[in-house]
């Protein structure tokens, strides 16, 4: 039997799955993920070989966090500091005499969403609420990408927004007002001083208001038909942050219409469920 091999390679964990070529899931596996480089490639190679064994596989898929270049394969990903410049793509082809796929997270976890959440929208946002805050954008199921490749950053834009506590707003990008530093968990920690689990009512509201206008951003923007939110700070809050988002979404859009708002069904597994679904299918 041949199979196709799905990689999550993240900050804190490896997840590796493989699936027939139906594309249903065969086997998995969960690591956290070494500081060195050679101890990363060496416990993947490893993982692969505990979901494949001896069978033949026919391609192979990845979702890393970026930077990254999705067509020659080379990523150095910010929260992995010994990966740098690394030519994974040319590497894993190499290895494992199969085609390698390779997109930044937020981009594959969309392609999760769409193929295997059972999310199919002709214009498609998926948008990631965790540490921080990403999104990949899908137009008839295939990513956009912007000038040079780019990939647009959801979470980097400017809204009008509420804080209850304005000496604990900064990103990591160095601009004070972005939508990651009021809605990410790394925001809201350093906002209210406690992980998103234990905020209050108040709290959620102020923070569900604050994602609606960046939502309404979006909307008016991309003008997509659905919207998916995953991440962990999406799916652990779920009504609590996604009514009041979408309430200040709707309420502030005037000249385009509101998408559906809608939670993933994949949770953790998003990218590792698009990871099977560029390995199967490539990247175009």
Not at 55 to 79: C, F, N, R, Y
Request: proline share 5%; glycine share 14%.
């Amino acid at each position: 039997m041949a199979v196709y091999v799905g990689l999550d390679i993240g900050g804190t964990k490896f997840m590796v799955a493989s699936a027939d070529e139906s594309g249903h899931l065969l086997a998995r596996t969960l690591e956290s993920t070494p500081i060195g480089l050679e101890d990363g490639l060496n416990l993947l190679d490893l993982m692969i070989h505990q979901v494949a064994g001896r069978e033949k596989i026919l391609g192979m898929g990845a979702a890393v966090g970026g930077p990254l270049d999705w067509q020659t394969g080379v990523v150095s990903p910010l929260h992995q500091p010994q990966w740098r410049e690394v030519p994974l793509k040319a590497r894993m082809e190499a290895r494992y005499n199969c085609p390698f796929w390779v997109d930044v997270d937020t981009n594959v976890a969309a392609f999760g969403e769409y193929f295997k959440g059972g999310f199919q929208a002709d214009r498609m946002l998926y948008m990631t609420l965790s540490t921080g805050i990403g999104g990949g954008f899908l137009i008839d199921g295939k990513i956009y990408r912007g000038a040079n490749g780019a990939h647009p950053e959801v979470g980097h834009q400017s809204i009008p927004y509420r804080c209850m506590n304005p000496a604990g707003l900064w990103c990591d990008c160095g601009v004070p007002d972005c939508l990651e530093a009021l809605v990410s968990g790394t925001g809201i920690r350093r906002i209210y001083g406690k992980p998103a689990e234990e905020l209050n009512a108040e709290e959620w509201s102020e923070v569900g208001y604050n994602l609606g206008q960046g939502l309404r951003n979006i909307a008016a923007i991309y003008t997509p038909d659905l919207i998916v939110l995953g991440g962990g700070v999406a799916t652990g809050a779920g009504d609590k942050l996604l009514l009041p988002a979408q309430k200040t979404m709707e309420e502030n859009l005037r000249l385009v219409p509101a998408p559906m708002l809608r939670l993933s069904k994949l949770g953790y597994d998003t990218a590792l469920m698009g990871a099977l679904v560029i390995a199967q299918h490539g990247i175009h």
